[in-house]
Each structure stands twice: as structure tokens, then as C-alpha cells.
């Protein structure tokens, strides 16, 4: 029947759906926000929105799976709003912030942040359906993100004494990191078989209470600890697993 579309499968393909693309625009907005804020030298509000994006665009998927409404178009407009949140705002806020004062050392540095989102993103779209759901395929762009814009949060919000040009090349390395780290073939911890619909023990509860405790008692210190354990995770089970290849083929000689 014509006022039941949802039955059509090719129909429910080519839809829109206002709910998962509405939190996919707010963290557009955030992106966007970031960049203005940076422009007007209002540097720890710009990173703050950076890591506002990243929580929507962490909610857009999952609410899209909960209410069955995923279609294309989200897809492709999810990846779109990725790559300025993730892509080119951070690289122009840290940019603003500090690589300036490096010349056309800084620029590169920014450039090849924002070259590697890109890459990392049109690799994730075209093998989304052959990848191992439980791991990403490189840094995530939302986790590099939070890398650089972690990084200045943290340094703003201490007012950290650092020496001008040691703290500009120490974010030339951590933009630059990000962005190669985001076309490697590193494995990441996706979260993906996380399932908010499952019911889970009580325990579970207490650590998720305990955590937000924990990161709400300095958000720029813990939350930049975290990614930076996270943007290291990858080489970790990359190592576990060669070692654990060959134990396997030392076995089976």
C-alpha cells in the first residue's frame, strides 16, 4: 500500500530518514562551529566541538540500527560530515593554533592530516562489507580527531609553559602521526559488537558510572590519555598478532 512505504525494501534504500541524518547534521555543525571558533582564536571552544561532533557522530549509526532506518544517503552523508569534522577541522584549528609558526612546515603537517582522512575514509566506504566488523582498518578519522584536538585542549585549558617552538613541534608530530596512522593497516578496537540493546550485568552499569566519574574530573588530561592509549592500541594487537602467527607456524613445522 502506498501509505506504507517501509515495506519496500528498494523504497526503504533510497529513503531519507530525518532522525539518525538529524544527529549527523548537529555534528556537521559541531565541525563547522570548531572552525569559526578557531578563526576567532577562541581555541579550546573549537576542540570542545570537535569532541561534541565526535559523540554525535557516534550516535547517528547506532540510532540509525536501533530505529532500522539506515538508507544510502545516510551512509554517504555520514562519511561527508566525517570529513569536515574530522578531516579538515581539526587540521585548520591546530593549524591556527600553532603549526602557522612552522611556515610551510606546518601547512604540510596540516595537509597531510587532512590528506589521510580522506584516504581513511574512502578506504572505509568501499570495504565496509569485506572488513572484520570487530576492528577498524586504521586509525579512525573521530580518534585522530581527538588526538589533535585533544592536544590543544590540553594545553589551553593548563596553560601549560611549554617553549613556543618545542610545543609547535610537538604538535607537528601529533598531527602528523594522526594523519599517517589513519592510512596504515593497523587494526583498531571498533566497539561495534557492543550492542545497546542487550541487556548487560549490573556491573556493567557501575564501571560506565565510574568512567564518566572519572573523565568528568579533568576532561582535557583523561580524555587525552585515552586517545593516545587508543591511537597506540593499534600497534599492540598488530604486534600480538604477528607474534601469535608465528607461534602458529612454528607449531604446525
Request: with cysteine.
Amino acid at each position: 500500500m502506498s501509505n506504507q512505504p517501509h515495506r519496500d525494501p528498494e523504497l526503504r534504500h533510497r529513503s531519507i530518514y530525518l532522525l539518525p541524518n538529524a544527529f549527523t547534521t548537529a555534528a556537521l555543525f559541531a565541525g563547522f562551529y570548531a572552525v569559526v571558533q578557531a578563526m576567532n582564536s577562541r581555541f579550546e571552544m573549537a576542540a570542545i566541538a570537535i569532541f561534541v561532533a565526535m559523540v554525535l557522530d557516534g550516535m547517528d549509526g547506532r540510532v540509525a540500527r536501533l530505529t532500522n532506518t539506515t538508507s544510502a544517503f545516510g551512509e554517504q552523508y555520514d562519511s561527508l560530515s566525517d570529513m569536515t569534522s574530522f578531516g579538515v577541522a581539526p587540521a585548520l584549528v591546530v593549524y591556527e593554533w600553532m603549526l602557522h609558526d612552522l611556515g610551510r612546515w606546518g601547512w604540510l603537517a596540516a595537509f597531510v592530516y587532512v590528506c589521510g582522512a580522506a584516504l581513511r575514509l574512502a578506504r572505509f566506504n568501499t570495504n565496509i562489507a569485506v572488513v572484520d566488523k570487530r576492528f577498524f582498518q586504521g586509525l579512525p578519522s573521530p580518534a585522530a580527531a581527538a588526538l589533535v584536538a585533544g592536544f590543544v585542549w590540553l594545553v589551553v585549558d593548563n596553560r601549560l609553559q611549554i617553549p613556543k617552538e618545542i610545543l609547535a613541534w610537538a604538535t607537528f608530530g601529533i598531527t602528523i602521526y594522526a594523519g599517517i596512522a589513519m592510512v596504515t593497516n593497523l587494526p583498531f578496537y571498533s566497539g561495534k559488537s557492543f550492542a545497546l540493546g542487550r541487556s548487560v550485568p549490573f556491573w556493567v552499569i557501575l564501571v560506565f558510572v565510574a568512567g564518566f566519574v572519572f573523565i568528568s574530573s579533568n576532561p582535557p588530561v583523561v580524555l587525552f590519555a585515552l586517545f593516545i592509549v587508543y591511537g597506540l592500541s593499534g600497534w599492540g594487537v598488530w604486534l600480538w598478532r604477528y607474534k601469535r602467527a608465528r607461534s602458529l607456524s612454528r607449531r604446525s613445522i
